[in-house]
């Protein structure tokens, strides 16, 4: 290899990932160079092989490669070429047997493979990499696990997954796997210990294995638990419920995976896994591979020594599980032995070795085994009892679990007590009994081992605590949980940085051991073996980054950069004398020597570390190797303890390698069996060594911020005297700076940690937090600075001085070396300053160190501007962090200066001060003679100070401007508060000009919370809580302001509970907003939403009381007023009464109609003051009418009643339905009693009168008395006025008629654009937005283009302005549409219900024809030169086609345009009527229910008879009779035959049956023009000639059509088209046509069937 090795000290070209391998650590060793093509990546060592990783993912092999075809030691590198065409991202070797992951997370093996270490079956060796499968059973069909990354022991391999799940194969318990010690398992298995934990890299030792794991958070608290075995699929833990108790079980053995024996042959069920590659044929053999030690005896003697005490372990165990509680005296007995084992083993470290007790390794165990099960119940109960409140019971009885940096949910409402609670007895998780006596040293900072306990009824789980041996009770756990309350968690719960969870790698971590363990390696405090991982416990909380195991011993590397190690060390290889080390302990390292990574070998251990310069060293732990030695390896690993220990042959702590500058930046150091390798670069343009130097100082500052906390913070605030030192107002301060710096220290651990594994892997930008997550760092700093000026203004700092007397004494030589203070003789309380203030000084040096890295960038890169942008902003932060250190410290200085009245309730944390007038610099204008006025600027309040008293004006809702100057030499500034309006007087011109940049500077910080130097806006956002007396006091107002006065959006908050939301205006509600008052009494409160003026409601809104009752209406003054609807009663749901109509000054005054659903009655009159006055009528559910007058809401006075059967009485009432007074009383028969009548109606009444019978005397003269209803009404013009005054308010005219037409459309306008813009608000903050979006969106867009309102009326326009009202009348947003739509609602409201009553019919007709003359009128104010009503317009060349249009095919029954007659009927009637139709309709059927039954009882009988009959028996001539009809679906014609029915005429039929869906009698007219039309049609093809109709031959066809329509109510529809009918269109050829329908309804309802 002399080619390919070279010296060190040479220049062997290539920059980056240089590889340089030694032997030993004398001063003659010279590290040789690897030479490869390529830079080098990753390097793993085996025994006596390496395996290198370089660029591109191409794999090399060096070193004694047994397995290959050639099996001899090579010194060239050797390419795999079985991994050619995969890129690979990592590699890994065990002792004899290597291993890589792809890219895609695939895993190759290859090596010796005799214990299934290559998870291989059925081959001794694998000689090149081959594909090893990690298959998931899921339901059915099983998965491809990817993975991460490899580790590799002596015979077994673990693999991390992308999930974070351990994956283990190979042979004996260093696998974990339930029952896999006894042979090997030659199938990747899954570490079910482990899984549901997130475990972050694996190591593996000669036969042990390690874990580091994330703490468990409040977030994995919710991951589901492992219910059963991913292999046999049988359930890990079984629980038997007792009575008063659960017993869980833990004795899951899992008899798949494990691969049988040549002696035991497979059981046929096992079937070998489908994607196990086809490999060479050739069996394992029984012999061992070259260079496995012996060890294997020593493991059957401890296996034999465990099944000595097996009956003890058995009869134990079964005595926990038989019993519901443990035997106390046997717990006891273990604890004893075990403490007395932990003696034994301190002795023989200086004795001998294996002299501790078998039964120490049993008793461990089966403690181990009751603790895990333990850790593993916790989650399974909570997840099987949730019925218990188990997490509410955890978070009482027990602290949580030690928080995570990553994946943890964010805890941020916790009190401080609760996170002084959880800190103070925060719980380890499921670890180890460890040693007992290390964790009793502890003191007050011991943790509870359980991750959980049960304790309410019968569920109530008993678990045996690893610490203490104990049943902990509910009790015993209140009392440890409340044993201390004073500590802070200086640890920041949920991580650093909760919302970059991912991004930092965690400190909060465990380490997890098992395996073989008979040299301590496990570090659990004893040298048993443990065939599960166990946490080792004294190392959690020690903030573990990497584990690194060697042949027999295991390295920790903690985030402080220490070292803890244990196992063998019987060459000195942990890095200190205490021989062997069963739990971990720091190696001795030199002080300021930083330990940044390390690799162990068989009897060696390397580390990696910071020293005075940028540059790595490296130190070397463990056994010299000198030269020749290199073949006799195998045999100094089985020669005794004492034979290796010769003068000069290994290390009594870590030494420093010599060669190790020559070396450039080492990245990452490997050992292995006694090789040592080094990864390096060369310094190219500085841009390494900035890199170096950026993650040296990061890590250096670490632990600078890390002492700091432990050795300064924590002592402090777990003084007990700290409380009454400082006062409840500091110490929450002092508590907020402790968790802002343990956050701060935290974040830079964890950035310290990425920049080491940075270095590690890639030393580019990639990965650089900083640079890609500036905002972190620059906001924690931030947050930070603040929380340090808090405490320094409130005089903290001063306040600590007795403290830190009793902390540090009076000499605190501490305090001076940590905060770095040169100067001698200063003060406790001043070193705290400089310490609190020492880690701003390090913003600046990243941002030196940034600007250092960009200088290794081309100018123009993006790298570079990357770094450029990054490096501002760390710049400009430092400068702000200055400022505000120096604000503080003024502020700090004002307040000891200041009178002491005010200071205390001026005094707050975040209070700075910007300037103050204790100069004379300014004063109050107008002052007083001897008045003091003292003005002083802070950063969020002015404050006036008078003698003794003071006035705080928050810079929110402040306002300055200066106040020109005139002759008077005057400079004055005004200022403008909410409620006060001051002016004040400056010395000078510039003193005015700085007080109004200070204010106006001050003001506008105060708003943004940015510190631009700009005016403040004269508009702004503020809260503000009045003060002064009046409706405003002490109510607090959140919203827009301007000029001192709320306007805009807000809310407005008073103190007894009332709120108001919605828009201001100069400082009073105006516009829409949302009012609500609670009403004590009831519970419950008044509610507003509408319209609002000057204060007041005003307009349109709806009021909700208390009482149940809602108005829906008009307001004015804060009153009811205009028109409005009334529903009372105790549920809306079942209003008992309704009332609807007019009101004035909150009373109901005018025409209303009220609905007494309770007697169920409708008063359809005038009302004033709440009372029914003058004329009005009732109508009853029971048939009754009356009609007549009120008096004190009372029928008094004249009045006529109806009754269902028509009789009538018309006389004097005087009270309701009572008689009194002369009348007519007329019997249905036309019998009537006149005279003097006394008596409620319907309970005999008193008579004094005459009785005619005018039938039987004057037989030819008719004298029946027919009442004429309707003249004791309301005139329909009376009814609903307020309705259409608000209309014409809305259009800006005082009276109808009385206003400017141009005034009327700009309100037009402005209605439709505010109301757009209010409905637009309220949908986009509810939850359904764009309701508005298609139907209304389109109305508004036709309402955009108005009609011309000037100039002569065309067709044209005529046709314009209707189409406008049709879209105008369709939305409410518009003044029209909104009165269509209250009138649709008061019609209804009067005519539906106990309304619709047959007698209301010509009142309900005269109202609708009331509504058109009145909406006509407003058109015609909008549209001056729309001619009156029956007026001609002028014709034009468009108004034929317009008059054919109607008929066209696509719109057949659409209304017929008005023609040239200007006509209410015609323009507004199809908007009106169809909104109008059904209550109407029904009063029309209900009149005409007799006349139609008769007309349809003919209709029936008459249709029984077949066509020609009919024809026949109505009178039509036979030359009009159809000899045969069209067939639409055969499309030929069919004869016309006796029994032929419904077929002729039957297209006539089915247009006519088509009135029954038209609203408007136009389009019914237009329905009977097309009858006409289609039977003229089939007579004139029937005649073949054209054919002129006479009445007589016209009249039998209609009949008969009408006939075969059959619709139902037809004498409705009639009545209803000649009630309604355009009067334009009655006396033509359209009015001939009706006459015709009608005259067939009377002639159907008298015709005889004989």
């Not at 006596?48 to 050639?70: D, M, T």
Request: proline share 5%; charged share 20%; glycine share 10%.
């Amino acid at each position: 290899m002399e080619t390919q090795r070279k010296s060190s000290g040479e220049d062997g070209g290539g920059e980056r990932g240089l590889l340089h391998a030694w032997r030993g650590y004398s001063c003659s060793v010279t590290p040789e160079r690897l030479l490869l093509p390529r830079p080098i990546l990753q390097v793993a060592l085996g025994a006596r092989h390496a395996v290198l990783l370089v660029e591109g993912g191409q794999v090399y092999s060096v070193g004694a490669l047994p397995w290959k075809q050639k099996a001899s030691e090579t010194t060239d590198p050797t390419l795999e070429g079985a991994l050619s065409g995969q890129r690979v991202l990592t590699v890994a070797a065990g002792s004899f047997h290597c291993g890589a992951v792809t890219e895609d997370g695939g895993v190759h093996m290859w090596g010796d493979n005799g214990a299934g270490q290559c998870g291989l079956s059925g081959l001794s060796s694998v000689p090149n990499p081959t594909p090893v499968a990690l298959m998931e059973p899921e339901c059915g069909s099983a998965q491809v696990v990817s993975v991460l990354e490899l580790a590799c022991g002596e015979r077994h391999t673990l693999a991390l997954s992308l999930q974070r799940e351990v994956w283990a194969w190979g042979g004996g318990c260093q696998l974990g796997l339930n029952g896999a010690a006894a042979s090997s398992v030659w199938r990747p298995r899954k570490v079910e210990q482990l899984a549901g934990r997130r475990v972050l890299q694996v190591a593996c030792g000669a036969s042990h294995s390690l874990a580091l794991v994330r703490c468990l958070g409040p977030g994995d608290a919710q991951r589901p638990p492992v219910d059963k075995c991913s292999h046999c699929n049988q359930l890990l833990y079984t629980m038997t419920d007792k009575e008063d108790h659960v017993i869980i079980s833990d004795g899951h053995c899992c008899p798949l995976g494990v691969e049988p024996t040549e002696d035991d042959p497979p059981a046929p069920a096992l079937k070998a896994s489908p994607s196990e590659p086809v490999l060479p044929s050739h069996l394992s053999s029984t012999s061992e591979p070259p260079g496995v030690t012996s060890s294997d005896s020593a493991h059957t003697q401890d296996s034999g020594s465990l099944a000595n005490g097996g009956e003890e372990l058995s009869s134990a165990v079964s005595r926990a599980k038989s019993s519901p509680y443990p035997d106390e005296r046997a717990v006891k007995e273990y604890l004893r032995r075990l403490s007395d084992n932990t003696q034994a083993d301190a002795k023989t470290a200086a004795g001998g070795r294996h002299a501790l007790l078998p039964s120490a390794g049993l008793a461990s165990s089966t403690l181990n085994n009751l603790a895990s099960c333990a850790s593993a119940v916790g989650e399974r109960v909570a997840s099987t009892y949730e019925a218990l409140s188990f997490k509410k019971m955890m978070n009482f009885y027990l602290p949580s679990r030690p928080p995570s940096s990553e994946g943890a949910a964010e805890v941020g409402d916790l009190t401080a007590e609760r996170v002084r609670l959880e800190d103070s007895v925060q719980t380890k998780k499921s670890c180890s009994t460890g040693d007992i006596h290390e964790e009793e040293a502890e003191g007050l900072r011991r943790r509870l081992s359980l991750p959980g306990l049960l304790s309410q009824g019968r569920y109530a789980v008993q678990l045996l605590s690893s610490s203490y041996g104990l049943q902990l009770s509910p009790r015993l756990l209140r009392r440890a949980a409340h044993s201390r309350m004073r500590a802070v968690a200086l640890t920041p719960l949920g991580g650093a940085v909760p919302e970059t969870k991912e991004l930092l790698p965690s400190l909060q971590t465990e380490v997890w051991s098992w395996g073989r363990g008979e040299h301590g390696q496990l570090g659990h405090g004893d040298c048993s073996d443990q065939p599960q991982p166990l946490c080792i416990k004294s190392l959690n909380n020690k903030e573990v980054v990497r584990v690194v195991a060697g042949a027999q011993h295991s390295l920790a590397l903690t985030a402080q950069c220490q070292v803890f190690s244990w196992g063998r060390n019987n060459c000195g290889q942990l890095g200190h004398m205490e021989t062997p080390s069963t739990v971990p302990r720091l190696a001795k390292m030199s002080e300021g020597i930083r330990v940044w990574d390390a690799s162990a070998g068989e009897r060696h251990s390397l580390l990696l570390a910071d020293g005075d310069c940028i540059q790595p060293i490296i130190y070397y732990s463990g056994q010299q190797v000198k030269d020749g030695e290199e073949d006799e390896e195998e045999g100094v690993a089985q020669e005794g303890e004492g034979d290796e220990r010769q003068a000069g042959g290994y290390t009594q702590q870590p030494v420093l390698l010599p060669f190790c500058m020559n070396l450039g930046y080492v990245s990452s150091v490997s050992a292995g069996g006694g090789r040592c390798m080094a990864l390096s670069d060369r310094n190219m343009m500085g841009l390494i060594a900035s890199f170096h130097e950026l993650a040296s100082t990061e890590r250096k500052f670490y632990g600078k911020l890390y002492n700091i906390k432990t050795q300064v913070i924590r002592p402090l605030l777990e003084l007990e005297s700290l409380s009454s030192a400082l006062g409840q107002a500091s110490l929450g301060v002092l508590q907020t700076l402790a968790g802002q710096f343990g956050h701060l220290c935290h974040l830079t651990g964890q950035h310290s940690a990425s920049l080491t594994s940075n270095l590690r892997r890639c030393r580019g930008l990639q990965g650089l937090l900083i640079l890609e997550h500036h905002d972190i760092f620059l906001d924690s700093y931030s947050d930070y600075c603040s929380a340090v000026g808090n405490f320094q203004v409130m005089g903290g700092f001063q306040s600590l001085a007795k403290p830190l007397l009793d902390v540090f004494g009076k000499s605190p030589e501490l305090l001076q070396r940590l905060s770095e203070c040169s100067e001698e003789n200063t003060t406790a309380p001043d070193l705290m300053v400089a310490l609190f203030y020492l880690p701003l000084r390090h913003v600046q040096e990243y941002g030196r160190l940034l600007l250092k890295l960009a200088t290794c960038y081309e100018a123009n890169s993006e790298d570079y501007k990357k770094l450029q942008d990054s490096w501002s902003k760390f710049e400009a932060l430092s400068l702000q962090l200055k400022r505000r250190r120096k604000e503080a410290e003024f502020t700090f200085h004002f307040w000891k200066s200041f009178p002491g009245k005010m200071t205390d309730s001026l005094r707050k944390p975040q209070r700075r001060l910007i300037c103050e007038s204790s100069n004379k610099a300014l004063t109050l204008q107008n002052a007083g003679r001897f008045s003091v006025n003292w003005f002083i600027l802070f950063n969020d309040a002015l404050v006036h100070a008078q003698f003794s008293t003071h006035h705080i004006f928050p810079l929110a809702t402040l306002w300055v401007e200066p106040i020109p100057e005139d002759d008077s030499s005057l400079h004055g500034l005004k200022v403008i508060t909410p409620e006060e309006t001051f002016t004040l007087l400056a010395s000078s011109p510039s003193e005015k000009s700085k007080w109004l940049r200070a204010i106006n500077q001050a003001v506008d910080q105060a708003l943004s919370g940015t510190e631009q130097k700009s005016e403040p806006p004269i508009s702004r956002t503020a809260s503000y809580t009045f003060y002064k007396e009046g409706r405003l006091k002490e109510a607090t107002y959140e919203g827009c302001w301007v000029s001192g006065k709320p306007h805009g959006s807000g809310v407005l908050k008073w103190p007894d509970g009332r709120i108001y939301t919605g828009t201001f205006k100069n400082g009073l509600e105006d516009g829409f907003g949302e009012f609500s008052a609670p009403n004590k009494s009831l519970n419950k409160s008044d509610c507003y939403q509408g319209h609002w003026k000057d204060g007041k409601m005003h307009g349109p809104g709806t009021y909700r009381y208390a009482s149940g009752e809602v108005y829906d209406g008009s307001f004015q003054d804060g009153v009811r007023h205009g028109h409005g609807m009334l529903r009372s009663g105790k549920l809306n749901t079942s209003s008992p009464s309704v009332f609807i109509g007019q009101w004035l000054q909150d009373k109901k005054t005018g025409y209303g109609v009220f609905d007494d659903i309770t007697k169920g009655e409708k008063f359809m009159g005038m009302w004033q003051d709440h009372l029914r006055q003058g004329t009005g009528v009732v109508v009853t559910q029971f048939g009754l009418y009356y009609e007549g007058a009120f008096k004190d809401n009372k029928m008094a006075g004249t009045g006529v009643l109806v009754s269902e059967d028509d009789t009538t009485y018309e006389g004097d009432f005087s009270d309701d339905w009572t008689l009194s007074g002369k009348g007519v009383l007329t019997m249905a028969n036309g019998d009537y009693l006149e005279g003097s009548f006394s008596g409620e109606w319907g309970s005999g009444l008193k008579v004094t009168g005459s009785y005619f019978k005018p039938h039987l005397f004057d037989s030819g003269k008719d004298k029946t008395r027919a009442v004429k209803l309707g003249r004791l009404c309301v005139s329909a013009e009376e009814k609903w006025q307020a309705v259409f005054q608000e209309c014409w308010s809305q259009l800006g005219c005082e009276a109808p008629g009385r206003g400017e037409l141009l005034k009327a459309w700009e309100n037009i306008a402005v209605a439709l654009t505010s109301h757009r813009q209010h409905i637009q608000d309220r949908y986009a903050s509810s939850v359904r937005p764009g309701l508005m979006s298609l139907s209304h969106s389109k109305t508004l867009e036709g309402l955009e283009v108005v009609p011309h309102h000037e100039g002569p009326i065309t067709v044209e326009r005529y046709d314009d302005i209707r189409t406008y009202l049709l879209n105008a009348c369709d939305t409410p947003l518009h003044p029209l549409g909104q009165l269509v739509e209250t009138l649709v609602a008061v019609y209804r409201m009067t005519y539906v219900g106990v309304g619709a009553n047959r007698r209301l019919l010509p009142l309900a007709v005269t109202e609708i024809k009331s509504y058109l003359s009145r909406i006509f009128q407003i058109v015609r104010f909008l549209f001056p030169d729309v001619p009156e009503e029956g007026a001609l317009i002028p014709d034009s060349a468009s108004s034929f086609q317009m008059k054919k249009e109607p008929s066209a095919a696509d719109a057949p029954l659409e209304s017929p345009r008005p023609g040239l007659v200007a006509s209410s009927w015609a323009l507004l009637l199809p908007v009106l009527l169809p909104r109008l139709y059904p209550p109407l309709f029904t009063l029309y059927a209900l009149e005409k229910e007799k006349e139609d039954d008769l007309y349809w009882e003919c209709v029936l009988r008459l249709n029984k008879q077949p066509d020609l009959a009919l024809l026949a028996f109505l009178g039509v001539q036979q030359k009009f009779w159809p000899i045969s009809t069209s067939v639409p679906e055969a499309g030929d014609k069919q004869l016309v035959v006796s029994s032929t029915k419904d077929s002729c005429f039957a297209s006539a039929v089915e247009t006519l049956q088509q009135i029954s869906t038209t609203f408007t009698p136009t389009d019914k007219l237009q329905v009977i023009q097309l009858t006409f039309e289609e039977i003229t049609q089939v007579v004139q093809s029937l005649l073949q000639q054209d054919f002129l109709w006479s009445m007589d031959e016209l009249f039998p066809v209609f009949l008969y059509v009408v006939l075969r329509a059959r619709i139902r109510n037809l004498g409705s529809e009639v009545s209803l088209m000649e009630d309604l009918m355009d009067p334009s269109v009655q006396h033509g050829e359209l009015g001939i046509m009706f006459t015709t329908l009608k005259a067939c309804y009377y002639q159907i309802q008298h015709e005889k069937v004989t």
